[in-house]
């Protein structure tokens, strides 16, 4: 059971640039969530879904965007990088309101 | 706003000790808590959920919720090396319809031998 799995683990973008964080999860789970953790910042939420084709601004949106065509993926995109997207980005789901489930990581430097 | 309040820590504790974490929030409407451990380079992991008042024991640790005073704690009997990690409390409130997790910034354990 892979769970939520995100890829790339690693990755070093130019300014400017643009990328996608890809997230799968095989769990069934209609909510799924992305966060961003800076140092000693906590976890802070960008977007969510509640389920395929509903998606919602988190507490830090601005520079993202999502789209959840399916129950499994749940894609984050970064469309012009900026050296302040530099983090660690989770993605998680959960069945419901209960715990979630996270991901690994990807850890993103923008240069 | 919402907020979740953790002492930094770190706290440090003797191996065998217990460990007591802390955590206060702001939203009286909050429903379900939670506590994560994270260790260094890692990704958060779910080790106890809490709905109502009171305590709620699984194994070495022991969660508890006053939700008159507005907080939540996280016990940690027999404290082990390996339980050395960063422990985030989570507190659901609802939102928009949906229930969103507002974490605090997470306590840091260190048990020394």
């Known amino acids: 059971n892979a769970g939520v799995t995100q890829t790339p683990k690693f990755r070093i973008l130019k300014i400017g640039q643009s990328m996608t964080l890809q997230c799968a999860q095989d769990m069934n789970h209609n909510y799924m969530y992305w966060y961003r953790q800076d140092p000693g910042m906590g976890l802070k939420l960008i977007y969510y879904s509640v389920g395929a084709g509903i998606t919602d601004k988190g507490e830090v949106p601005n520079g993202y965007n999502v789209s959840r065509s399916t129950t499994e993926d749940f894609p984050l995109r970064l469309e012009l990088a900026a050296p302040s997207q530099t983090s660690v980005y989770f993605c998680a789901s959960s069945p419901s309101v209960d715990g979630y489930t996270f991901g690994s990581g990807t850890r993103l430097t923008v240069v | 706003q919402k907020e979740v309040e953790q002492n930094s820590g770190p706290l440090s504790v003797p191996e065998g000790a217990i460990a007591s974490l802390n955590c206060t929030y702001s939203d009286r409407g909050s429903q379900s808590f939670f506590w994560y451990r994270q260790y260094s380079g890692k990704s958060p992991e779910l080790i106890m959920s809490?709905?109502?008042?009171g305590d709620k024991e699984d194994g070495r640790f022991t969660a508890q919720l006053n939700k008159a005073s507005q907080y939540v704690s996280l016990l940690i009997r027999d404290s082990q090396p390996s339980d050395s990690a960063t422990y985030l409390c989570?507190?659901?409130?609802?939102?928009?319809?949906?229930?969103?997790?507002?974490f605090g910034r997470g306590t840091s354990l260190i048990v020394h031998p």
């Open positions: 989570a507190v659901n409130a609802a939102s928009g319809g949906s229930y969103i997790p507002t």
């Open positions: 809490i709905y109502s008042n």
